[in-house]
């Protein structure tokens, strides 16, 4: 969330400057609201002020004092619930503006507009067709997505055999890489959340559609609610900083606004598996933070040997909470095409504001919000995705990357 000072100051600049990031959200409507509250709040302020002066009279009040009193008792009644009624529409309106982009993040409407950073590997060359990975699975008998349709319905998946094998050992080899190569803390957290956990991150309200729910409580839709909720509502020392967790979890997406959008095969589910890394930063530091995090995803596909490239988001291609984002794209040959397989953002304070996480530089000092950030070390399934198509053989055979051969047991293939 922006601060309110902030958004006050620079909601028309915003407006004017980026409409594509700003069009879901009437900014014009939100300096008229806040000026009058401000109006509210002065003659509020002004009654009382008056309701005072008379109270401080010595002596018992005159008729005409007393009917005055009882006048301004019942205006600053109506003034206060004016008040209130203007500062929860202010509240709620601040909840759905988004994160401001850094001034770094390249200007545009759409993805169009995202520019490549770098690249990295040379795509393979076959000597045959190469198969989409639902095609080398299902011949292999390790995706089943009929019978997963039977259990739970479209977008579900069932890997058997040495598919569920090759899911594990992902999992655990990027467990592995992140934390003793990488340096970050492991930890398991819940994967059911409150209302306040998504809210703190931004899935809430706005994108109350895109989440299953249970009871009170909601389905993670990405292990960064949790894990970035661990430190909800403390001020850290800033000494501890940063702070890096590492955390598997499955995670859970309605996929409300992605109907006809790969409908086949493990890009798009409802229910998929990933490593999330998450870091607590200073303010100073969250830039050097934000390429530390995308160079420890990248890691993860250069010890696959997966060819991918590095893509900065545009404007208007941004997350809600973010204010810079890398995509790291995978290449699917069968597809033939870069695909998603990690997003790496920088928040800067918006998150931490909405959680109230903050830090303390001394003793002396009062407590700022620091910056989170978070990226996909990486999301498993689409990794799994692209072993397949990168690995895959003529005779219909895929091959395990050196790197996960110890995690799959020593089996250098899959036929």
Same mark, same amino acid.
Do not use: C
């Given at each position: 969330m922006l601060a309110r000072a902030f958004l006050r100051e620079n909601a028309q600049r915003l407006a004017a400057e980026l409409p594509e990031r700003f069009a879901d959200v009437d900014l014009a409507s939100y300096v008229a609201l806040d000026s009058r509250r401000r109006e509210l709040v002065t003659k509020l302020e002004a009654l009382r002020g008056r309701r005072n002066e008379l109270v401080a009279v010595k002596g018992r009040p005159n008729p005409s004092a007393l009917a005055e009193m009882k006048t301004l008792k019942e205006e600053i009644r109506g003034l206060e619930e004016e008040t209130r009624r203007a500062d929860e529409d202010l509240t709620a309106f601040e909840q759905r503006v988004p994160n401001v982009p850094d001034p770094s993040v390249p200007i545009g409407?759409?993805? $169009?507009?995202?520019?490549?950073?770098?690249?990295?590997? &040379?795509?393979?060359?076959?000597? +045959?067709?190469?198969?989409? =990975?639902?095609?080398?699975?299902?011949?292999?008998?390790?995706?089943?997505?009929?019978?997963?349709?039977?259990?739970?319905?479209?977008?579900? $998946?069932?890997?058997?055999?040495?598919?569920?094998?090759? &899911?594990?050992?992902?999992?655990? +080899?990027?467990?592995?890489? =992140?934390?003793?190569?990488?340096?970050?803390?492991?930890?398991?957290?819940p994967f059911l959340v409150n209302r306040e956990s998504l809210f703190g991150t931004g899935q809430l309200p706005k994108f109350e559609g895109d989440l299953f729910r249970t009871g009170d409580a909601y389905l993670i839709p990405t292990a960064e609610v949790p894990v970035t909720n661990i430190h909800r509502g403390e001020i850290l020392d800033a000494e501890r900083l940063p702070i890096r967790y590492a955390a598997y979890t499955p995670c859970f997406r309605a996929e409300a606004g992605a109907a006809g959008r790969d409908t086949r095969g493990l890009i798009r589910q409802h229910q998929f598996d990933k490593v999330e890394l998450v870091a607590f930063a200073k303010p100073e530091d969250s830039p050097d933070e934000l390429d530390r995090l995308t160079g420890n995803a990248e890691a993860v596909l250069r010890a696959l040997e997966l060819p991918y490239r590095v893509v900065s988001l545009c404007t208007g291609d941004l997350g809600f909470a973010a204010a810079k984002t890398y995509d790291l794209e995978v290449w699917l040959p069968g597809q033939n095409a870069y695909r998603e397989i990690s997003s790496c953002s920088s928040f800067t304070d918006f998150q931490a504001r909405r959680a109230e996480i903050r830090f303390r530089r001394s003793a002396e000092d009062k407590p700022e919000f620091l910056h989170t950030l978070n990226g996909s070390g990486l999301a498993v399934g689409r990794t799994l995705v692209a072993i397949l198509e990168n690995f895959q053989r003529e005779d219909g055979s895929v091959e395990i990357p050196a790197a996960l051969v110890a995690h799959m047991g020593g089996a250098t293939e899959i036929r």
């Open positions: 409407g759409d993805e $169009s507009a995202n520019r490549e950073e770098r690249r990295w590997g &040379e795509p393979r060359m076959f000597s +045959f067709e190469p198969k989409p =990975h639902w095609e080398i699975g299902e011949r292999l008998g390790i995706l089943d997505f009929e019978r997963a349709a039977k259990i739970a319905g479209a977008r579900f $998946s069932l890997q058997t055999g040495a598919g569920a094998r090759l &899911e594990r050992a992902l999992i655990n +080899f990027m467990l592995d890489l =992140h934390t003793v190569r990488h340096g970050y803390t492991e930890v398991l957290p």
